[in-house]
Structure formats: C-alpha cells, structure tokens
C-alpha cells in the first residue's frame, strides 16, 4: 500500500453575536459550545499523541470566549440565575420557548427528567397553543429546566474532568440555585481553560493552528458579488457590491488577532465555507498565507494539469507566491459529520481506515494526500455522549495503523512532492460548489443591498484621518462582522432555525451600530426585518382576525362583544430581544384587527403591577410595513391619557394631505385604545402587513416583536361617500 498523509481540519467558529460594547447578548452558542465541543476537542487529543489535527480557529470565536472570560454574559444564563419564585410570565415563556434548544434523542435522552419535562411541553404545544402552553409547566419544571438545559450541554471531557458536574447529570433532579450557581462556575473555569489549552499544543507541535478571514465573509463574494454569475448563471444577484480591500483587511486582521491571542501566526487559511475564486487566492499570498483549502466538487469543475486528483496539492498558474491549494475529500468528511453518529463506533472507525485504505491502493502516484475537513463543533450534537466514544475509536485505529501518518495540514503537504496546476479556478464553495447558500434568492440579495448601502454610506470616512480614529475603528468593527456569512446562511428558507428573527435583527444591529460610530442616522431600510411580512417566521406573531370590530374607544371595557374577534397576544409572545433584558414589562396583552367601519384597532392591557398608572405620559410608535413601503405613526399621551399629539409618516411621493383619511382616536384610562383608518395606514383588504411597536415610556423604551397580520375584508369604509 502506498504511504498515505491524512490530514484532520476541524473547522470552530461562531458569527459575532455580541453587539460592540454589548455585556449581556441574545446568542449563548459560544458558551454552550464551549463546554462541549471546544474544550472536548483539544482534550481528548492529550489521549493520542501521535495524531496532529489542523485547527482552523475564527477571530470572531476567540473574541467572544474571551469576553465571556472579562465578565461578559447572555440572556439564557442571565434568565436561568433568577430564582424561579421570582419569573414573571415573560420569563418562563421564555424558558418554556428556548431552553430546550437541545439534540432530542442524545442530549436530552440522557437525562430522564429534561425529556419528562420536554414530552408535556409538546403535549401543552398541541392541546393549548404557543401562546399559552408555558402556564402548564410548574415552577419546579422551570428550576430543574434552569439546569438541566446547561447541564445538556456539556460534553464527555467536561464530564470526565468534573466530577460536580456528573453528580448533578446522575442526580437529575430537584435542582437549587446553589446547583445553577456550580452549573455556571464550571462553565467559567472550563472557557478560561479553552484558549490556554490550545495555545500550549500549538506551542508543542501537537497540533496547527489555521483561521478565516476575521469575521468569517464569503471571500469572493466580498471582492465582488458578480463573482457569483460564474458558477449561477442563470440566478438574479443583487445590484453588483464590490469590496476587495476589505477582503484583505479581513484576512490580515485576522492572522494579527490569531498571532496574538494563541502565539502562532497561521501559515494556512481555511476560506469561510471553502468559497474560492482566483481573486480570492490570489490576494492570500501576499498576506503571508503558505495554504488554502476548498471542496474536491470545485477542483473537478476547474482546469486541471493533470486532471483534478484531490489527492494532491496544487498550484494556480499565474499567481506566483501564491498558497498551494488542497481539496477535501467529501466522502470522508460526510460521513464523520452525517453518517457515523448513527452507527457503533468502532465499525464506524473501521469503515473510515478501510476507506482511506482503499483511496491509497487506487491512487496512482508516490502516495497520496487525504484532506478531512468539516464542521469541529455542530456534529457532536447527534453522536452519543457528546462524540466520545467515536473520537477514542477513530483516533484509536488510526494510531495503531502504522501504514497511515496523521499530521498537520502544512506536514502532509510538505510529504507530497507530485504537485497539480490549476490552470482557471472555477468559483465556488463547499456547498454544492456554488454560492446558492449566501446569495440570490430574494431575502438574501435584500442583505447584500443593506450591506451595499451602509458600506456606501460611510465610503472614504472610513479612512479619513480628520474623523477620529475610535470612532473609524469602532465602525469598521461592526461593518467587519455584518459581512460574516452567516447571517446570510439563514435567509430565504434554505434551513431551519428557531433564532431566525435573532438572526437577521442582529445583523441590521451591526449595521446600524457602523452608522452610529460616524455620528450617521442608521436609514429607515434598517429598521425592518429582512424577510417580507408574508413570509410566516417561526417567532413571529402572525394572523388575521376573523372577525370585524365594533369597539367603544374610550379606555374602558364596555362589554364582552366590544373586542370580540380580535387577535389577542400575551407579554411572553410579544417580548423582543430589547424588551426581554429589561426588568419591567409594560404591558399584559395587545388585541388588534379592524373594525365594520374600516379602522385599524388597538387595544392594550396594561401589566398588573403597575396599573392603569403606567399609561401616564405614553408614547406609541407605530410602523407599517406592506412590501417596501412603511408609514408611521406616533402617538403622545399626556398624563391623564388622553391624546396630545399625533405625528403621521408617509412614504415619498404619497402627499401627505391625502393619506390623512379621519382622525386618530385614542385614550388611556383602564386601558389603552386607539382605531385610525386603514385607508390613513395605507391598509387594504387582503394586504399582510407587519407592525412594528414601540412603547416609550418614562423607564424606557419597549420595543416589540412585529406582527405579521392580513388585513380582513371592510364591511364598510367611512371615507368611502358612496358608502
């Protein structure tokens, strides 16, 4: 059997959930994976001596473990330190809604109490509806959930290495807030470690250390968006963005971050999702970058000399000091990340030697050179016991073949002296050798038009030296980490997320936020999510009335039929990112929809706490969104809650004295209500529409989660003088 160089390239990174000078984020991924994959990883690795992975480690990653390590937090370790006596209902919808974002059969099944708890919150799911299925579990569901959710996530070396953490996975139950407390504190201890640990096998040659470019960008997508007409030809792109420079600020800074953070400055570049183009490369080498990787699919679509072996390093012609180029084996990689978790161990072991094995008989030159590359951290959720007995298995039989060499990306190609050329690259990624993933379907070309807008905004300011230099800085940060791909991955539908509004919220936010730096007004097209109201999303508030209105705007509940028909949504459904990190909410529920004479009509219940007191001095934003177009309407009480003032926007090129229609109608006494004309919002039969709210109150701001609604047939319009 020729000799074979096998080469392990586990790929660990995180989109930057953390808003610039933001302690307390939405996202716990960072944390969570922490505890599982990225202390697993390097651990077990202490157990193998002779096998040398490649670690492709993002800047955006390390950033964050490190903020974790100065203080910093997120809203789902912040939710599971209140003492469960003491949630409101917010909270444990919120609870009920997110902390059983875990692997069902692996994660959960391992603790018996977690998928109890989990079997009823499905069975209240179907028999009382989302909105009101979290009143069904107790409180002491929601304390035990307050552990067992973290206590889900922690992976085999975690377990092995505290033995706290065993005694409360075997005790599973009847947890304090003495246990939530140890839960956090070994949580803490474990992402100090993260870092250190890699930094030291690095430092003795146990392992590579390789990166991304800083915040994880589709490189030729970044260069320039048409890049993608290549390998889709036929798809509709959006208006042409084009940002070579900062594609190569992004990998510089990322090789200077890595360099600093783990001791090592990267000789290799894993491009985010493998995407490659010959523009791409060709500005690595200058960067100081010795590899690059991509997919065995984009080799076999390029020109070739020989033809295309991924079995072999490569060069691309006419780009001299250029990285040589390696392509993954797709099989392999696949099976470690789809396939094996479904099997015993050690055959899924011996099925992978027996296929390397097989790739080195067949292959027809000195040896050959096997690339591995895949996800390090999302695969682990669907293997039992977090991965262990896999990893043990695989590295086990690895180590004991003594005709295979397990090594470094830059050593294995530095075994192979047979090289290929690339005469012309053909663009692609990863997936399906194409960019389909982050561009050109229509919510995915919205983003990069956002991303064309704001980056044309700020233009040359960002490199003016008459504009302070932390301002420029902080808003190159945020620019940096909107461009990641992620945050295009989830759009249009291609895959399925609970965090999809996070997702896109969070992008607009690190847009928003580059704006705000440069003393700039983030413009309107920011303030609505990317996804059209049509589009029903899984956290949405969506729906229609079924039945038209006929209610007495006066503040107070005149009888039963007043506001029958209407959509009623409760606090914890309503709550938004903003609104759930404050500890006062101000309402109990919201009623909508429209009445016999053609009005918008809201209602809201004010939270028992604080009363009909807590109208005094309120003050409404209300937009609406049909397509691209929003109008918006302000309102202002005065103490008593009657109305004193009223401000209407409407879209360019609407004359502002024709969309009046009839007069806003609104007061606050027990309650609060409002109806205004649809014709006054732009509203039509038939039209979904989204509605944005945001209460402004002396304590604070309250902004909302929209509402997707259709609006209903009118039985009548007041304007209307045929009518």
């Known amino acids: 059997m020729k000799p074979v160089a096998l080469a392990f390239l586990w790929h660990l990174h995180q989109p930057l959930y953390r808003l610039r000078e933001e302690r307390v984020c939405f996202m716990p991924w960072v944390r969570l994976h922490a505890i599982r994959s990225y202390y697993d990883m390097v651990r077990v690795l202490e157990e193998f001596p002779q096998i040398r992975p490649t670690f492709n480690l993002t800047a955006t990653l390390i950033g964050q473990i490190r903020a974790y390590e100065a203080g910093a937090t997120d809203l789902f370790r912040e939710t599971a330190r209140i003492a469960p006596d003491d949630l409101d209902d917010s909270r444990r919808a919120f609870l009920f809604e997110h902390f059983f974002a875990a692997q069902v059969e692996h994660m959960m099944g391992d603790l018996p109490r977690y998928a109890e708890i989990h079997g009823r919150r499905e069975r209240a799911r179907l028999e009382h509806g989302e909105a009101n299925a979290w009143k069904e579990l107790s409180t002491a569901d929601y304390r035990d959930l307050q552990v067992l959710f973290d206590l889900s996530w922690f992976g085999f070396k975690a377990r092995e290495d505290f033995p706290e953490v065993r005694a409360l996975c075997e005790r599973g139950r009847n947890f304090t807030r003495h246990d939530v407390e140890m839960v956090h504190a070994v949580q803490d201890e474990i992402l100090r470690r993260i870092l250190p640990s890699y930094r030291e096998a690095a430092a003795q040659g146990r392992i590579e250390i390789a990166t991304s470019p800083y915040a994880h960008p589709i490189l030729p997508l970044l260069i320039d968006t048409d890049s993608a007409r290549e390998t889709m030809p036929q798809a509709s792109l ?144 669907h293997y039992p016991q977090a991965g262990g007995p896999f990893l043990r298995a695989l590295y086990g039989a690895l180590a004991r073949d003594p005709a295979l060499a397990c090594s470094t990306v830059s050593e294995t190609i530095a075994t192979c002296q047979e090289r290929g050329t690339i005469g012309r690259l053909r663009a692609g990624s990863w997936i399906q050798a194409d960019f389909s993933t982050w561009i050109g379907g229509p919510e995915k070309n919205r983003a990069w038009g956002l991303l064309r807008e704001i980056r044309s905004s700020l233009g040359s300011t960002l490199e003016d030296a008459r504009v302070p230099e932390d301002a420029r800085r902080a808003a190159w940060s945020s620019l940096r980490a909107a461009e990641g791909s992620d945050w295009f991955w989830w759009l249009d539908g291609q895959f399925t997320t609970a965090y999809g509004t996070q997702f896109d919220e969070t992008f607009r936010s690190h847009l928003k936020q580059a704006c705000q730096a440069l003393g700039r007004e983030a413009p309107e097209s920011l303030g609505w999510p990317i996804p059209a109201p049509g589009r029903r999303e899984e956290s949405g508030a969506i729906g229609e009335a079924g039945l038209l209105l006929a209610p007495r705007i006066d503040g107070f509940e005149g009888d039963y039929f007043e506001w029958h028909g209407a959509l009623r949504l409760e606090w914890g459904v309503l709550a938004s990112r903003g609104t759930m990190q404050t500890a006062q909410r101000p309402l109990e529920s919201l009623r909508y929809g429209v009445s016999r004479d053609g009005e918008f009509c809201l209602r809201i219940d004010p939270d028992a706490r604080s009363g009909p007191a807590g109208f005094a001095g309120l003050g409404l934003d209300l937009s609406f969104r049909a397509g691209e177009s929003a109008r918006h309407l302000r309102l202002d009480l005065d103490d008593k809650g009657d109305l004193k003032d009223v401000v209407l926007e409407v879209p360019k090129g609407v004359p502002h004295s024709a969309s009046l229609g009839a007069p806003v109608r609104a007061v606050a006494r027990k309650v609060f209500e409002m109806a205004v004309s649809c014709q006054t919002l732009g509203l039509e039969p038939g039209m979904t529409v989204g509605l944005r709210i945001r209460l402004c109150t002396p304590s604070g701001d309250a902004p909302l989660k929209e509402i997707v609604t259709r609006v209903p047939p009118f039985a009548r319009d007041p304007l209307d003088t045929a009518a």
Do not use: K
């Not at 491009?271 to 490369?281: D, I, L």
């Not at 390093?313 to 392509?327: C, D, E, H, K, Q």
């Open 238 to 381: 959006p208006p042409r963005f084009r940002a070579p420079e900062d594609a190569r600020r992004q990998v510089e800074e990322a090789l200077m971050y890595v360099e600093r953070e783990l001791g090592v400055r990267p000789r290799g570049l894993w491009p985010s999702e493998g995407a490659v183009s010959r523009e791409a490369v060709e500005l690595l080498g200058p960067c100081g970058i010795d590899w690059t990787a991509s997919d065995e699919h984009v080799l076999g679509a390029s020109e070739t000399n020989p033809p295309a072996d991924p079995g072999r390093p490569w060069t691309l012609s006419g780009a001299p000091g250029g990285p040589v180029m390696v392509f993954r084996d797709q099989d392999l990689s696949d099976r470690i990340g789809f396939s094996y978790a479904r099997i015993d161990p050690a055959r899924a072991a011996g099925d992978f030697v027996a296929a390397v094995r097989e790739r080195a008989r067949s292959s027809s030159g000195s040896g050959r050179l096997i690339l591995v590359a895949l996800d390090g951290e999302n695969p682990w959720e």
